[in-house]
Structures are given as C-alpha cells and as structure tokens.
Nanobody, 115 residues
Framework: QVQLVESGGGLVQAGGSLRLSCAAS????????MGWYRQAPGKQREWVAV???????KYRDSVKGRFTISRDNAKNTVYLQMNSLKPEDTAVYYC?????????WGQGTQVTVSS
C-alpha cells in the first residue's frame, strides 16, 4: 500500500516563506511525475507545480518566480519551496504522485498567509 505524507504547512505573514515536503512510502517500483495542488475555501482544487522523474518542472503563472518544486528520488520525496507568500496563496496544499501508473494523493497540509 502506498502512502503520501505531507508536512511543512503553517501560518506565515505575507512576504514570508514555507517549505512543504511530501514523502511516498510503501510498495513502490517507480515514481513518475510528482506535483502540488491547492484548494482554497469555496474554490476548486488547482494545480500549482509539477516535476517529472527527469527533473523537468512546470508552474502555474501565479507562482512562477516565487515557488520552486524539487524532488529527491532516493528518498521518494518532493518539496515545494514557497517564497514571497501572498494572502491569496492561502489554501490546503495537496501532494500528488503517479506511482506505478496509479495516481495517489496526500492528506493535505494547511498554508495560511496573513496580510
């Protein structure tokens, strides 16, 4: 059974930084793309950033230049470094990973940015 466990959320003032982590564990043969999504209250879940197993990254426009996604393949872990945070970044952040051709989600971690 595969699990994704996130950590690193919290409360931060506007302009601050947070680093999210998501570790995959269980019966894993290969991990393809890993990514981060977020869902603000009353809104649909939206894609934030993705990284392939080859290291290619892609970001939604609103976080470009502020967020950086990275991964440590030896640890089956993906990270999201979030700088210059804005109140509109407030949401529950979810990790997603395609593992052995199946899509898995983490439980979510709350990020709150105060103005």
């Amino acid at each position: 059974q595969v699990q994704l466990v996130e950590s690193g959320g919290g409360l931060v003032q506007a302009g601050g930084s947070l680093r999210l982590s998501c570790a995959a564990s269980g019966s894993i043969f290969s991990i393809n793309a890993m990514g981060w999504y977020r869902q603000a209250p009353g809104k649909q879940r939206e894609w934030v950033a993705v990284i392939t197993n080859g290291g290619t990254t892609k970001y939604r426009d609103s976080v470009k230049g502020r967020f950086t996604i990275s991964r440590d393949n030896a640890k089956n872990t993906v990270y999201l470094q979030m700088n210059s945070l804005k109140p509109e970044d407030t949401a529950v952040y979810y990790c997603n990973a395609v593992i052995d051709y199946h899509s898995y989600w983490g439980q979510g971690t709350q990020v709150t940015v105060s103005s």
